[in-house]
Every structure is written in C-alpha cells, then in structure tokens.
C-alpha cells in the first residue's frame, strides 16, 4: 500500500502537530506520522511554561527567536481555540525571577539586558508574591505565561485532523524513501508515504535516528527532565517563580508544578531515586514544606538538544525537499508557535520573520556531510 501527499510530517509532538495544521490550514495535503499516539513524549511532559526571559542566557538570535514566538500565541490560541473547540489554558500569569542575596549583582545584570523587552525590577515582593516576601528583588515579566501542554497538542491534533490531515499513529518511521539520493518519503510498517513537496522532521529526541541514513550522525541527544506536581487547596502562588532553571509553576486548576531536573540518560525516561532527590532540594529551597502540599504525580520526558543547544530549523543539506525542526530542547512548547510559521514558509517560499541561519543544520558541516 502506499499514500501520495504534499507534505509528510514525521513526529507527533507539539512541533509536528502544529506543523501539519498550519500546513493543512494553507490548503496541502499533508500526513502526519507518529510512532506512538500524538503528545506522549517531551511535549506530555512539559510544564507549559513560556518564558523567553527566564530562559535566556544573553541577548541574541535566541532569544530573539523565543521573543517572536511569544508574540504569535495570542494569535494561536485564537485559531486554534476557534479551530479545536479545546482551551488550551493559554494564561500572563507572569514570571518572576528571583535570587538569593549573594546572587542579586547577577540578577541586575540580567535585568541590564532585559529591561529593554519588558522586564520590570520589582522590590516590593510582599505585594506581588507574599510567600517571596523575604526576597529583596526580583525580574518581573507580567506578559509571559503558560500553556497546558497536553491540551495544547490535543488540540493542535484536533485541528489537524478537521482539516482532513491524515493521521499515521502507532506508525513508526522506518526509513526515509529516496528517489535517487533525494528524500521522497517514508517507510511505515504497513505502507509507504510519498510526498511531492516535502517531509519534515519533528521527532524529537529520536529525530537524528530518522536522519542518519542521510548524514553521518546529527548532534543531538535527549536530555532527561524529572518533573512533580503538587495539590493544594490554597494556592500560595500567583506567577511562575523561576530560580536560575528551577521552577514553580501554579496551575488554574490548583496544581503546582515543581521542576525540572537535568540528566543524560540516553533514551531512558524513567524516575530516579536521584531525580526526586534533586525535586526535593528545589521543594526546600522554595521552602514548600506544609502538610497540605499533596504530591500528585511525578514523570519524566526527553527534551532534544542540539550539540550548541539551539533548535535545528531548516532544509537538510544536499536535499531539496528534506527538512528538520528538532532540537528545541527546554523551550519547544514556547518555540512551537513561530516554528510552525516558519515550516509553513518553506512550504510557501514565504520569507522568515528574522536571520535563521544560526539554527540552520548547515551549522553541523563537519559532522553532517551528505552520505551518497
Ligand atoms: C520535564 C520537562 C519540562 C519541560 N518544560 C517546558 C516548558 O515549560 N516550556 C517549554 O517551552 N518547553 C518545555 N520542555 C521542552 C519541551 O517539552 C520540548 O522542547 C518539546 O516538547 C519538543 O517537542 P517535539 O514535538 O520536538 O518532541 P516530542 O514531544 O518528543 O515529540 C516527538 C514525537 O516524535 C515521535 N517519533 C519519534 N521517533 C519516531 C519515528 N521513528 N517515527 C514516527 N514518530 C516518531 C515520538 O513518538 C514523539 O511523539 C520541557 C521538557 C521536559 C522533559
């Protein structure tokens, strides 16, 4: 058996999903591929946070990236809510960076670079966040916030499908089919699919494994991040509180999430003993001790990096209907909106709304020359 479309889209997370909408919502024909049902991987496990600035290190084409991409969620969240029928939790719940005294000089440093994208330097912290009140300052970002991840690819994959994209899941890639040396399709287990415009990568974690029949080995790797929510009957949080790459993260429905760890583990994506003691430490530094603090679930997931830690957004090298969106390590659900707005302009030959040659697999060169 075999199926003929315009796109292929290979992964059904958050990046994928939204990918094969906003293809389908353009008028192609698309499919989209998923080992597993759609959701289940880094994008199931994620926190939903999305914090350009909590995220970033400096200023620069990464930042600048995840800012654009915060922009276009109001926008999202309209279409898709439209589209989906599904409230994806789309929330300013606004973040607060905080700091230990002796970390303080640091804090200001960031908010040097940070003031001009909206960040506020807040010292009354007994106002804002009475449980932080100890804090002497902090890094307020009022417009970012949260999504529900779970939701947000359910409805990603609802509006797919309304849209008459055609869904392979329990279908694992097993290969890349090839016309020549040009990619043209994939292998599924019980059919091949071609495409006459493109297949677009958006595994994950496991997207290099999709590749390397095409490349010596691509440079990314799953990084394990161990992850608790807690339930309370009073919320004693307002906005997402970030510690350097710790996090709290108060949900509508009255969970905290507590995270995340950060461990290479290959592709095991199991709770560790050492994982929960991590999460314990971040529970005391947050001073979240009260016997009303319920613990209601704790899980892991595999966020793909890069080698250079930034996203792998572009057409593969040698191939003129290739393409890899991979790579968005801790900030794919945040990524995901301008991501898919960019796969929709390879499709469309529309320009990008920045330079996205830093993120151009190209940058790999050396280690990913073209197998004939
Ligand atoms: C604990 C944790 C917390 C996080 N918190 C946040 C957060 O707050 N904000 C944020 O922006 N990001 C967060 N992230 C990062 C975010 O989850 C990821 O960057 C994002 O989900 C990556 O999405 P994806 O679609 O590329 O990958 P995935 O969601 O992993 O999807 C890849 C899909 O590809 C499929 N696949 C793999 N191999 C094949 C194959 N051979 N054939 C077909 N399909 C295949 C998989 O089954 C999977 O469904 C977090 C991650 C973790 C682990």
New binding site residues.
Partial sequence: MSGRYDWIV????????LTAWRLAQNGFRVAL????A?????????????SPLAEAGTIGPFTTLMMHSLHRYPDLVLELTEESGIDIQYHSTGVLQIAKEDELVRLRQRYAWQESFGAVWVTDMQKLEPSLAEYHAAIYTPKEG?VH?PLL?QAAVRAALARNVHAFFG????SLLRDGLQVRGVQLPTQDLWADAGVII??????H??VDSVSAPLPLSPI????LSLKTDHAPFRHIIFHQHSYL?PKRDGRLIV??TEDDAGFDSRVTASGITRLAEILQFFRISEPTFYLEKVW?????KSADGLPILGRWPGQDSLYI??G?????????AITADIALGWATNKPAPMDLSPFHPQRFHNTILPKG
Avoid: F
């Avoid at 968005?328 to 659900?333: A, D, I």
């Fill in positions: 290979v992964g059904a997370g958050i990046i994928g999903s591929v998923d080992a597993g759609p959701g289940q991987q880094a994008t199931g496990a994620a926190a939903g946070i999305l949260q991840p690819v279908e694992p890639v097993r958006t595994a994950g974690a496991w997207s494994l999709i394990r991040g161990q992850i993260v995270g995340a892991a997931g595999l966020r793909p969106a991979t968005h390590y801790r900030n794919g659900v945040l990524l995901s």
